[in-house]
């Protein structure tokens, strides 16, 4: 639950700043960017099931369950990546 509640906060935010500063269009780029992360976040166990072809490509075929706790953390490094990126490039610039 813990995860589930600090996700919304992230998003919630990441839409304020959005709409705050970029208007409908920044809105709703950053909505279509965090649905995947949440999604991941929210239905790890769920998307870790999920087996079989998906794509249009003829090589897009997962054979294997994936853990749950890692399709959470792959979602939380998404949800975050434009974080560590803004700290990286306050970093070096």
């Known amino acids: 639950m813990k995860n589930k509640i600090s996700s919304l906060t992230v998003i919630v935010i990441y839409l304020l ?11 709703l780029r950053t909505f279509l960017f965090i649905l995947l992360p ?3 976040i929210w239905f790890g166990n769920e998307m ?3 087996t079989g072809i998906f ?3 003829a090589g897009a075929m997962i054979t294997e369950k994936s853990p749950g706790n890692m ?12 974080i560590i990126i803004l700290l ?3 970093i070096i610039y």
């Not at 399709?71 to 434009?82: A, D, K, N, S, Y």
């Open 17 to 27: 700043i959005a709409s705050i500063f970029g208007g409908g269009e920044l809105f």
């Open 38 to 40: 949440f999604v991941c």
């Open 48 to 50: 870790g099931e999920m």
């Open 55 to 57: 794509g249009m490509r």
């Open 71 to 82: 399709v959470v953390f792959m979602g939380w490094i998404l949800l975050l990546l434009p």
């Open 88 to 90: 990286i490039q306050t």
